[in-house]
Each structure stands twice: as structure tokens, then as C-alpha cells.
């Protein structure tokens, strides 16, 4: 139930195509999605995030489509570009029961996508 | 660049010994988070400490311990190495404890163990 599961685990897109990753869960208190993307050799950075009271976020390219009922959001690339092949990897987070504010991240095995010029 | 700092880059070692790795988190982020990511592998969560305390932990081996200093900067120590501990070993840093929080990565330590 804590998992995040991701797919696919590689992908490969002509440039100027659409790329999507899909990621699914079966815990209902994550409350927050956000997707990492990691170039190589380099530690993963934060692309996106969405909450679960909308059901779509769009910054620039990066489209999140969050289906609440569901329980599936997905990543959409616009127009790929060569300079997008990367690792991404989608997340989940959630409060974990306590006083603290503690939370855990579950996190995706990551989508390796090329974008052939 | 995301203001955390890792060290060393690159560590080359045999197996049986112990190796320390350390991380400076971003000025004013009081959580720091360790994982292992092995080749062609996804990130593997291994501790969070969170303003010193150590706050959770994922799937890391009794070999391994962390701590989180007053200064906040965190040491990562692995020990009685394996072959399959060769890995990047990826340290984050984030204000809070990682809720609606963004997570800045380092670039990375890498270790190979022969």
C-alpha cells in the first residue's frame, strides 16, 4: 500500500513528441506528488509537484493530469527536446501518524527517457 | 547548482573497509535525507535526520549508521564493505521534514567497492 509504482521504465520519443509517464498508488492519505527529474551524474531535482484538490498543474513543457479516483497521475513532456532525455522519477508524500510533523516520500523507480533528435 | 555539498565525489575502496561520507546541507535546512542509488536503479531511502535528531529510517543496512551534527552537516558511515555496496550515495537537504517541502540533492558520492 505504500508504494508508488512507475511506468515505463524506459521510453523513447522522437523529438518534438509528446513523452508520458504514469505513476499509480494505492494509499489514500499521500497528499502530495511531486516529480524529480535527474540528468547523469547528477543528483535528481524537483520538475513539478501537485496536491490533490487539482486535477491538472502545467509549468511551461511539464503537464501533472491527477486522477483523484483513480489514484494515477501522470507526467506529459510537450514537444520534447533532446535536452529532456533524463531519469524522472514521481513521488508521494504523506503525514505520517504523530505529533511530530514527520512525513515520508515514497518514491517511483523512475522512467530513463531518450529523445532522438 | 543546489547548494548542497557533498563529499567525497569519487571513493574508491576494497571490501571489509569502512568509509565515511559527509554532507553539507543547504544554509537553513534543518532535515537531511540519505539515499542509495544503485546503477540504473531508483533511489533507495536510507535515514532522515531532522535538526539532529534522527526522524526515519528506510532500508539501511546495520552496517551503516548516520548522524547529523550541530552544525547540521550529516556523515554517512559505511562499514565492513561489500561489493554490492558499490553505489551513488545521494544526500538532500530540505527546510522542514519534507511534507509539501521541495528536496535539494546533492551531486552525489560516488563509491565503488573491489
Known amino acids: 500500500q505504500q508504494q508508488v509504482k512507475q511506468s515505463p521504465q524506459s521510453l523513447i520519443v522522437q523529438k518534438g513528441g509528446i513523452s508520458i509517464i504514469n505513476c499509480a498508488y494505492e494509499n489514500t492519505a499521500f497528499d502530495y506528488f511531486p516529480w524529480y527529474q535527474q540528468f547523469p551524474g547528477k543528483g535528481p531535482a524537483l520538475l513539478i509537484a501537485i496536491r490533490p484538490d487539482v486535477s491538472e498543474k502545467k509549468e511551461g513543457r511539464f503537464t501533472i493530469s491527477f486522477n483523484k479516483s483513480a489514484k494515477q497521475f501522470s507526467l506529459h513532456i510537450m514537444d520534447s527536446q533532446p535536452g529532456d532525455s533524463a531519469t524522472y522519477f514521481c513521488a508521494a508524500s504523506h503525514k505520517l501518524p504523530g505529533e511530530d510533523s514527520n512525513y515520508q516520500l515514497i518514491w517511483g523507480a523512475g522512467t530513463k527517457l531518450i529523445i532522438k533528435p | 547548482d543546489s547548494g548542497v555539498t557533498q563529499t567525497p565525489k569519487h571513493l574508491i575502496t576494497a571490501t571489509g573497509q569502512r568509509v565515511t561520507l559527509r554532507c553539507s546541507p543547504r544554509?537553513?535546512?534543518?532535515?537531511v535525507y540519505w539515499y542509495q542509488q544503485s546503477l540504473d536503479q531508483g533511489l533507495q531511502f536510507l535515514i532522515h535526520?531532522?535538526?539532529?535528531?534522527?526522524?526515519a529510517k528506510g532500508n539501511i543496512l546495520e552496517r551503516f549508521s548516520a548522524q547529523q551534527f550541530p552544525d547540521l552537516h550529516s556523515e554517512l558511515n559505511l562499514s565492513s564493505l561489500e561489493l554490492g555496496d558499490s553505489a551513488l550515495y545521494f544526500c538532500a537537504s530540505s527546510v522542514g521534514t519534507s511534507g509539501t517541502g521541495e528536496l535539494f540533492f546533492g551531486e552525489g558520492s560516488r563509491l565503488t567497492v573491489l
Open positions: 544554509s537553513g535546512d534543518l532535515s
Open positions: 535526520y531532522y535538526n539532529g535528531e534522527e526522524r
